[in-house]
């Protein structure tokens, strides 16, 4: 079974500053999808980043964007500019590469709750 | 865009008592979530459905049912309410698997008392 591990429960950040968001994962599959969301305080969790692991280039969206090194299993992500509008917590997340629909669910890491300083 | 709505965003329930808690998504997804989050514990998947009538269990379906009646409507059943089942219940869907995202709903938090 794959696991997801976020060994950072916590992290903070000085606003416009960058932070970085580790997450590892174990699998023995060489196709799979790992994705970060977030979840602000009493908030829906929404997408943040996906990316494929056939990919070699790492995924960016705007401030947001991932270091991922396929051998070490290892799958940050970095904000950039930090703005108040990013706390919550950050959940990583993998998904087999499979076709049949028991591929399709998620295994998430148990969370960084990132506070953002003014 | 896509929504995903949950009966109730909070509900208190006695220990025993049967619990419905109701999962609506309108994008014609084909898989449907159940999740259960905790603190320190993230989220961990009760149970999945990737078709109508369909189910399947995920990593801690012990106390928990559903039923997949129509495409659009996932229900999370808790047949005798225990006060360890107190947690945010997360419902989420997609259209697909592979980097197709998850789209959840607001949540509905539960205390069994």
């Known amino acids: 079974a794959q696991t997801v591990t976020q060994s950072q429960p916590e992290m903070s950040v000085q606003e416009a500053e960058t932070v970085t968001l580790s997450c590892t994962y174990d699998t023995s599959e060489s196709d799979y999808y790992l994705f970060w969301y977030k979840q602000p305080p009493s908030r829906q969790m929404i997408l943040v980043i996906r990316?494929?692991?056939?990919?070699?280039q790492n995924a960016t969206e705007n401030r947001f964007s991932v270091n991922f090194q396929k051998a070490a299993k290892s799958f940050s992500l970095k904000i950039s500019d930090s703005q108040l509008g990013d706390a919550a917590m950050y959940f990583c997340a993998y998904r087999s590469g499979g076709v049949t629909g028991s591929n399709y669910k998620l295994t998430f890491g148990k969370g960084t709750l990132l506070t953002v300083n003014p | 865009d896509v929504k995903v709505t949950q009966s109730s965003r909070y509900l208190v329930k006695r220990t025993g008592e049967k619990v419905f808690l109701e999962c609506v998504q309108d994008m014609d997804h084909e898989n449907m979530f159940w999740y259960r989050q905790d603190p320190g514990l993230g989220l961990r998947l009760i149970y999945f459905s990737y078709d109508v009538k369909m189910k399947e269990k995920g990593d801690i379906p012990e106390g928990y049912s559903v039923s997949r009646e129509k495409k659009e409507r996932f229900s999370l059943i808790l047949e005798s309410a225990s006060t360890n089942q107190t947690s945010m219940y997360l419902c989420?869907?997609?259209?697909?698997?592979?980097?197709?995202?998850?789209?959840f709903g607001p949540g509905t938090r539960l205390t069994v008392t």
């Open positions: 990316q494929e692991a056939y990919k070699q």
């Open positions: 989420a869907s997609s259209l697909t698997g592979g980097s197709d995202e998850q789209y």
